[in-house]
C-alpha cells in the first residue's frame, strides 16, 4: 500500500523507503580493457577505483555535455556493470571503439531495490541477520537473504543513511517482500513515483 507523496517524502528523513529501480538500464562489460574502455570515456578520475566500490559514473559528448551518468560496480578486475542513463551511452561508446572486452545490456535480468533513511541500517541488519558496519559508502559485498546471495550497496540518494540490493530478477519479488514485512517495525514507506523525483530534486542529482 502507498500512502501518499509526502509522507514518502518524509520516511527517508526520519523512518525509511522502499523502492523499485529495477528498470534502470543496466550495461555489463568483461575483459581486459574493461578498465581501459571506463578511462576512455568517463570524465572523473576512476584510476583508484577498487573491486567491490561503486563509482558515479559521468560520461560527456565531444561538445562537453552530459550524455550520461549513473552509477557503475566494479565485480572483478575485468568486470563491471553499470547502471542508469549513462548504459546507453556506454553501450554506444564500447560498440563503436576496439575493445577486447564482452559488453551487452542486462537490464531484464538483474533487479535494483533502494531502501534508504535513518532506520535502513537497522531494518537491513535484521533482514540479513549480520552487521553492515563495515561497508563503506559507495562498497558493496554480497550477502544472503535466506538462501538467496545479493549484493548489498552502501549508497546515499537521500542525503541520509542508505542501501541498495542488486541481484538476479528471480530473487526480487521475494526480498522486496521480505525487506517491506520487516520494515513495518521500522516505519517503512513504499517510495512512489512522485516522491521519487522530490528525493532526487532535494539530493541535486541530475535527473
Known sequence: VYTNWI???LSWKQTCYIGDWSALVKFHIKGPDTMKFYTDVCVNNISNWSVSQAKHAV????????????VALR??????ICTGSVSYWAEYKF???NYRAVGRQVGPERFVLSIQGPNSIYLLEKVIGESLRDIRF????????????????????????GYEFHGPCEYASEVYRIVYQ??????IKRLGGRAKQVNHAEACFPT
Open 75 to 80: 565485480l572483478a578486475e575485468d568486470e563491471v
Open 182 to 187: 520487516v520494515g513495518q517495525e521500522f516505519g
Open 7 to 9: 509522507e514518502e517524502c
Open 95 to 97: 560498440r563503436t571503439g
Open 59 to 70: 560520461m560527456c559528448n565531444k561538445e562537453g555535455k552530459v550524455a550520461g551518468e549513473g
Open 138 to 161: 559507495m562498497r558493496f559485498r554480497n550477502v544472503k537473504i535466506k538462501d538467496m546471495e545479493v549484493a548489498i550497496v552502501r549508497t546515499g540518494m537521500s542525503g541520509e543513511l
